[in-house]
């Protein structure tokens, strides 16, 4: 039997989500019907995956289907934590302040992470040229430099023995820093403590991280409380869109604890996860009824701190990595050329 749908779309990107939550909120608010609204997405936008996901929606929408039913059939496409804020929005009947938080969420975050990757990019182009220049050094020249010890029987210094330990070592080294690899992405999306902690004590990284979810948390809850949508709800919608899932894990206790009764502040006051300037400005935000002002004030100060941060990585990674390039080439120079020096200095003596 052929598929319904047999062409698939590969994952919207972050700008294309923000494309469909923008077109999908300019409908609601004129309060046209669902695949209306889905139709005129799928005749008007511009981006050929856009239409194809509208397109798909609208026909699940027009055979009868609610919108997280329509939603699930293209899960393959919309990122997952799109579709769980929407089906909630949906269900709890605040779609079109749902729909606008995640667009500006959306925009901030994709904003927050281009000025990182922005600043990190010339420092990881560095580190990428330097481990091909350490794999031809270890494939090819110690092999090589390794048979003339050899062959020499040169008493090699103390530099070029711990060289040659190193490449001797190299399987091992390159294996243990697979599964490493492998470990971290594994237990990446875990919700942990330890996970948690691993995150946020990376040196360099370690505080980006935290403040770019904190970030997120802040922004959508204060556009969504600022529209009016139920705490509880709104948590549930912020929940669902956070990429830290250790932190998701975190908001969701803190959601439970509020539902008992208990106020936003005392239930992030008692988790290690929340920051404690954001807990603060929820608490004075609480007090004076102002609760989305104080989230929204939260999440700019996460970008002020992005923004130095951003500066500070600017000044100090590049000489950082110089020092790092110096250090390796002045190692391998003397580990390889001191010996033969030797060598040159017997023969000719």
Avoid at 93 to 103: C, E, R
Avoid at 130 to 148: D, K, N, R
Wanted: negative net charge.
């Amino acid at each position: 039997m052929n598929d319904e749908h047999p062409t698939r779309p590969p994952n919207l990107t972050p700008a294309e989500s923000e494309a469909l939550l923008r077109g999908l909120g300019q409908g609601v608010d004129r309060r046209t019907a669902l695949p209306e609204v889905f139709r005129a997405l799928a005749d008007h936008i511009s981006d050929s995956r856009l239409q194809l996901v509208a397109q798909q929606i609208t026909e699940r929408l027009e055979a009868g289907a609610d919108l997280p039913a329509a939603l699930a059939s293209v899960q393959q496409t919309i990122p997952v934590h799109l579709r769980q804020a929407l089906t909630i929005g949906a269900t709890s009947g605040n779609l079109a302040a749902v729909l606008k938080g995640l667009a500006e969420s959306e925009l901030n975050r994709r904003e927050m992470r281009r000025g990182l990757w922005a600043v990190l990019a010339y420092p990881l182009l560095v580190v990428v040229l330097l481990g091909l220049l350490l794999a031809y050094v270890f494939i090819v020249l110690c092999p090589m430099f390794q048979e003339i010890f050899d062959d020499f029987d040169l008493d090699l210094p103390q530099i070029t023995v711990m060289f040659m330990a190193v490449y001797k070592s190299l399987p091992w080294i390159v294996g243990g820093m697979i599964l490493l690899g492998l470990a971290l992405v594994s237990f990446a999306g875990i919700p942990s403590r330890f996970v948690h902690w691993i995150r946020t004590t990376l040196p360099l990284f370690g505080r980006a991280w935290q403040w770019s979810g904190h970030h997120e948390f802040a922004s959508l809850l204060a556009t969504l409380t600022a529209e009016h949508v139920p705490l509880v709800d709104a948590l549930d919608c912020t929940i669902q869109s956070l990429r830290d899932r250790n932190l998701a894990r975190a908001a969701g206790i803190a959601r439970d604890k509020c539902a008992q009764g208990k106020t936003l502040s005392q239930s992030l006051c008692e988790s290690i996860h929340f920051d404690r300037t954001l807990t603060s400005l929820v608490a004075w935000g609480e007090t004076h009824d102002t609760l989305p002002a104080a989230l929204a004030e939260a999440a700019a100060t996460y970008v002020q701190q992005m923004s130095l941060y951003t500066q500070f990585l600017e000044r100090i990674v590049p000489p950082i990595l110089l020092i790092a390039v110096a250090v390796v080439l002045l190692f391998s120079t003397m580990a390889f050329f001191v010996p033969l020096i030797d060598l040159i200095n017997g023969l000719t003596g």
